[in-house]
Nanobody, 125 residues
């Protein structure tokens, strides 16, 4: 499956953004998916994950309660709703997917084999 992330931009602290990840080339509902991010000078880190049916989600502690991951398999799209943004959320955000069984989700990047190109989120203080 091919992935394309979009929706990043510049937002003030406390604001909101909604990232989208469009999938093509296969049935997205066969894939668990997730979001990762990489700030300048740091390693890529886990943000959120969702099972292929969308019923199971997991979040990094740093975003829990502020970010929501969701998916619409009929539209081959995944979302990351980001509220209460902080300057430390500034990063390039990547979506990822892995062909898997129902109920599975993944929080480490080495588990994923399909990646989008990334979209930049900048949060000003």
């Amino acid at each position: 499956v091919q992935l394309q992330a979009f929706g990043g931009g510049l937002v003030q602290a406390g604001g909101s953004l909604r990232l989208s990840c469009a999938a093509s080339g296969d049935t997205f509902g066969r894939y668990a998916a997730g979001w990762f991010r990489q700030a300048p000078g740091t390693e890529r880190e886990f943000v959120a994950a969702v099972s292929r049916g969308g019923t199971i989600t997991r979040y990094a502690d740093s975003v829990k309660g502020r970010f929501t991951i969701a998916r619409d398999n009929a539209k081959n799209t995944m979302f990351l709703q980001m509220n209460g943004l902080k300057p430390e959320d500034t990063a390039v955000y990547y979506c990822a997917a892995k062909f898997t069984v129902a109920g599975a989700y993944y929080v480490t990047q080495r588990d994923y084999n399909s990646w989008g190109q990334g979209t930049l989120v900048t949060v000003s203080s």
